[in-house]
């Protein structure tokens, strides 16, 4: 099992910055992907970014131009850089882990909100 504890969201004005980490315990395998969805009220869950155990990022589109994900040099940390924050930025922020040998199962943390006021 792999437990994961995300921290860092909260309120913030439009324009304005946060720093999501969640730090990652348990069975992680050597190659995985570390990274973070989100979801708004009544939409589906949407992919924000991945990083993998040897460095690849992915950004979502809509997003790319003002977030940035990083890892920990411990590599069981992951850290979501949000700039720029808009009001459509609003939402529950969940990091997940998942083991890219084996049956690539998800993890899942407990889930942040993150509210940008305009």
């Known amino acids: 099992q792999v437990q994961l504890v995300e921290s860092g969201g909260g309120l913030v004005q439009a324009g304005g910055s946060l720093r999501l980490s969640c730090a990652a315990s348990?069975?992680?395998?050597?190659?995985?992907?570390m990274g973070w969805y989100r979801q708004a009220p009544g939409k589906q869950r949407d992919l924000v970014a991945t990083?993998?155990?040897?460095?690849?990022?992915t950004i979502a589109n809509n997003v790319k131009d003002r977030f940035t994900i990083s890892r920990g040099n411990a590599k069981n940390t992951v850290y979501l850089q949000m700039n720029s924050l808009k009001s459509e930025d609003t939402a529950v922020y969940y990091c997940?882990?998942?083991?890219?040998?084996?049956?690539?199962?998800?993890?899942w943390g407990q889930g942040t909100q993150v509210t940008v006021s305009s």
């Open positions: 997940f882990l998942r083991n890219l040998l084996g049956k690539g199962d998800y993890y």
């Open positions: 348990g069975s992680i395998g050597s190659i995985n992907a």
């Open positions: 990083i993998t155990s040897g460095g690849s990022t």
